[in-house]
């Protein structure tokens, strides 16, 4: 029997046990995505490095991780042996599932896709931490990130939004006006320098947005592809800014280098996984997953930043926390 919560993918109730092991997979890649990536940006945080510098490191890292992997997979997929079937060659992984079709040109528009879009995203999001707390980012980026499903599944549908929806869009926007320190605003007064982090997170949340929503019209393309095109952004978007500093980092000390690297690999790892989520799972299903980001994001930074949170930042990110469970939990629904 099928659970009921599988209803919501129905392409695959024709085979229900792939359909569990996909479901699974999605659930543990996102939520390994949410714990990878927060921990490595508490380790970033911890190194005070500039976001370019980090955002230059990840690409690297990201890269020469992947790459490598591909370089294995090709390697192991020639020299696996062959099983002969109705007087046709066919290698042992071949055999155990039917590959899916894709083209050069898909690949190309994936890599495409990663170096405009995720690279935005990546760089943009690491430049917000210069000016935000790293739970702010979060909520910010994954906020617009948000709505900017919402208007892009209602245009995908060509129909208007469910009045939820309508509820659950305003409440993420007000929890964004909160978010945006509106104490200083009551006091007449302007925060530079907290303005322009909402802003880098907004701009990263819109980038994302398109990122992940074209990783969903190339899904057949090999998941090592779809995330290498995660990493490759972030190198050209950066190449500028660590040229006119030589390539030389910002901090010095040992231990902040190793907090710096740490921090970059963690969220390599985050950044595979999720790019792994999104073509497992519904966009609905992997951005409420993405919530315990927000959660650990605030957590992690007032046990070990000791940054602390104000009363407008709190109330803004249950708004934001809510307004996204009811509109994740409305379009299970929809879909049932």
Sequence with gaps: MIPHSFKCYPSLLANSTKAQRRSYCAII???????????????????????????????????LTTSSLIIKSVTRTKKSPKIVYDGVKKSTSESQSIPKKFTN????????????????YTHFYFYSLNYITMGDAFTVSLAIHF???????????KELPHFLTLISGLLGLIGLVLICQ????????????YSTGVMFGVFSGVSGTIYYCGLQKYKNVPGLISQLSYFVGPILYCSYDMGVNEFQLSVCGVRLRIFALCGCFMYVFGGMASVQGSQLSLPSIATLLKLFTIILGY????????ETLSIFSTIGACLIFTSILLQSFLLIKIRQ
Excluded at 41 to 62: Q, T
Excluded at 111 to 120: E, K, Q, S, V
Excluded at 184 to 191: I, T
């Design 147 to 157: 709505v900017c499903n919402i208007i892009l599944e209602s245009i995908a549908l």
């Design 182 to 193: 509106p104490e200083n605003l009551l006091n007449f007064q302007f925060d530079a320098n």
């Design 105 to 120: 040109k898909d690949v190309a528009c994936t890599l495409l896709l990663g170096l405009i879009f995720c690279g935005a």
């Design 29 to 63: 890649a996102n939520l390994f995505s949410s714990l990878f990536i927060s921990t490595g940006i508490l380790f970033i945080k911890k190194s005070h490095s500039m976001g370019s510098e980090i955002s230059f490191i990840v690409g690297i890292c990201g890269v």
């Design 299 to 306: 957590i992690l930074q007032i046990i070990f930043l000791s």
